[in-house]
């Protein structure tokens, strides 16, 4: 069960965004941006050669697999949250994930990257 989640974590929060952010990228028109921050990253990402330009994507997906990955070590409880003493914990069809889905995402991760 938690491997069917990870699996659809990585699909809908690190794949969908990843494609959504090479849209956005590949295909604005910095012309008329009224979002400042992002008419900067937009000339950043425009100043970039094809090479550099992939590179950028890739740290955008470790950011992503980063935060996906801290978020589940807090639910699991193998990490804190700073000044607070609350206990999250997740339930899948009501079943207690075991705190095991940070290992399990970073499990998914790095079986996914020796398969590229």
Not at 54 to 65: D, N, P
């Amino acid at each position: 069960m938690n491997e069917e989640f990870v699996k659809s974590l990585y699909k809908t929060v690190i794949d969908e965004n990843i494609e959504l952010y090479k849209g956005l990228f590949e295909t604005t028109n910095p012309t008329g941006l009224t979002d400042e921050y992002f008419e900067e990253a937009l000339g950043l990402y425009q100043s970039l050669n094809k090479e550099h330009k992939e590179v950028f994507f890739k740290v955008i997906e470790q950011t992503i697999i980063d935060t996906v990955s801290n978020i589940l070590g807090v639910i699991d409880g193998s990490s804190t949250l700073l000044g607070s003493a609350l206990e999250p914990r997740l339930l899948l069809d009501s079943k207690d994930t075991e705190g095991k889905l940070q290992d399990c995402f970073l499990e998914f991760i790095e079986e996914n990257e020796l398969n590229k």
